[in-house]
Every structure is written in C-alpha cells, then in structure tokens.
C-alpha cells in the first residue's frame, strides 16, 4: 500500500457506471410527468415528497415512473429554490 493512486486498494472506490442514458422521448416524458405534478401542485410550497404524494398522489405516481430518482429530488429541490428566488424578488420590487 503505497502513494501510487492506481494501487488495488483504490479499485473498491470508483464509482460504477450502470445508470442507463435516457432517450430523448424519455427525457421528454420526464419534463411532461414533472410539469403535470408541479401544475397540480400550484403554489403549495412544499419539497416533502410525503406531502406531495399525497396531495398530488396521481401525478406523483406518473412522475416517478417517468423520472429517474436523481431527477426527482432535483426538480423538487429546484422548484422550492425558484419559488423562494420570486418571492424575494416580489418583496423587494414592492420596497421600491
């Protein structure tokens, strides 16, 4: 076990590769289940997936289905961060 980075030790750590690419079709069908749930959900600012499922069990469901679960998490996390960003923003244009 020495300094040298390509030891037999280190093989344990690199990450595999066995995410499937999404085609475009179904990258579409992703943002198509994603707008359907967020336009159910409206305005409720909410990023718990227990909450969302429940008030939008349905399209929760088809946006699961649709998405691969790192995208999941993320368009959820980035909705509550553009809703937050334009409630600032609405705060701040009602200041001036």
């Not at 969302?52 to 289905?65: A, D, N, S, V």
């Not at 961060?81 to 409630?87: C, G, P, S």
Request: with cysteine.
């Amino acid at each position: 076990m020495g300094w040298w980075p390509f030891s037999s030790n280190q093989e344990k750590d690199v990450p595999s590769s066995k995410a499937k690419t999404l085609t475009r079709e179904e990258r579409q069908a992703c943002w198509d289940a994603r707008d359907q749930l967020f336009s159910c959900l409206g305005d409720k600012p909410t990023n718990d997936t227990d909450e969302i499922r429940k008030l939008c069990p349905k399209e929760f469901k088809k946006y699961e289905g649709a998405c691969a679960a790192s995208w999941i998490d993320y368009f959820i996390k980035r909705r509550m961060l553009e809703m937050r960003q334009q409630a600032t923003q609405a705060s701040n244009t009602q200041i001036d």
